[in-house]
Nanobody, 122 residues
Framework: VQFVESGGGLVHTGDSLRLSCAAS????????IGWFRQAPGKGREGVGC????????FYANSVKGRFTISRINAENTVYLQMTSLKPEDTAVYYC????????????????WGKGTQVDVSS
């Protein structure tokens, strides 16, 4: 199981970014894909998830309406579109793969990427 997150960077408040989670050697659509983030000195926080069966999505209240998760099966990639970014969105963002029952619990996932840094300046 190999996958890589990319797309992070330094942006200003109100800007947008799109993160990618690209897989090789397995089919992302067969798994639930979660996005998590971890800010300095804080625990890992669930951002959102896209389920394998029907592609339904779930989001943390802190990002609902601003972030969107999508999956393009032909690309074997899941995206996290982030808009209206705020300084509090600054964190390392991780893609996680598994079959979560409760999407926001990190232990529900089997595989983790190395993360991509997102910095939002005020």
């Amino acid at each position: 199981v190999q996958f890589v997150e990319s797309g992070g960077g330094l942006v200003h408040t109100g800007d947008s970014l799109r993160l990618s989670c690209a897989a090789s050697g397995f089919t992302l659509a067969n798994y639930g894909i979660g996005w998590f983030r971890q800010a300095p000195g804080k625990g890992r926080e669930g951002v959102g998830c896209i389920k394998s069966f029907d592609g339904s999505t779930f989001y943390a209240n802190s990002v609902k309406g601003r972030f969107t998760i999508s999956r393009i099966n032909a690309e074997n990639t899941v995206y996290l579109q982030m808009t209206s970014l705020k300084p509090e969105d600054t964190a390392v963002y991780y893609c996680a793969v598994g079959h979560p029952t409760v999407w926001a619990i990190p232990d529900e996932y089997d595989y983790w990427g190395k993360g991509t840094q997102v910095d939002v300046s005020s």
